[in-house]
């Protein structure tokens, strides 16, 4: 249970995603917290502190999948949604059936995503008892 606002850390390399999607976000009630460099991400991330965690997942020095990888080393009941351009969704669609098979597509959100279609995504993803990704 979660007492105050529910905390969202949002990373990606692009600085308009991030502040667009924080906006979004806050005007819903969310803290949101958002970092543009995937190292500087998990140096500062904080274990049980965050409620959901959106990232992109091709970023310079790190990419996304690698970034899920040790934050969950962090905190192995972080709940994670990845964040990818359309145009790259298919090229990640075989991988993601490798790595994640029982998840499906309701761990990723495809950019350019609406605002409603965001906040129906997150509050999804908030609502499911258990939506952090297993056995990866």
């Known amino acids: ?26 005007e819903r ?8 460099d995937p190292l500087l991400a998990l140096q500062h991330f904080k274990p049980r502190h965050y409620e959901l965690v959106i990232l992109d997942i ?8 690698e970034l899920y990888q040790q934050l969950k080393k962090k905190d192995n009941r ?13 090229e990640y669609k075989q991988y993601r059936k490798e790595a994640y098979p029982k998840q499906g597509e309701r761990y990723f959100i495809a950019k350019p995503i609406s ?11 908030l609502t499911a008892d258990n939506y952090h990704l297993k056995n990866t």
């Open 78 to 90: 972080v709940k994670v949604c990845f964040l990818t351009a359309v145009s790259e969704f298919k």
């Open 58 to 65: 091709k970023m310079p020095k790190m990419d996304g999948f």
């Open 115 to 125: 605002n409603d279609e965001l906040i129906r995504k997150v509050n999804e993803m």
């Open 29 to 36: 009630g969310f803290e949101v917290i958002t970092f543009n």
């Open 1 to 26: 249970m979660w007492v105050g606002k529910r905390k969202i850390l949002v990373i990606d390399d692009e600085p308009d995603i991030t502040f667009t999607l924080s906006s979004v976000l806050k």
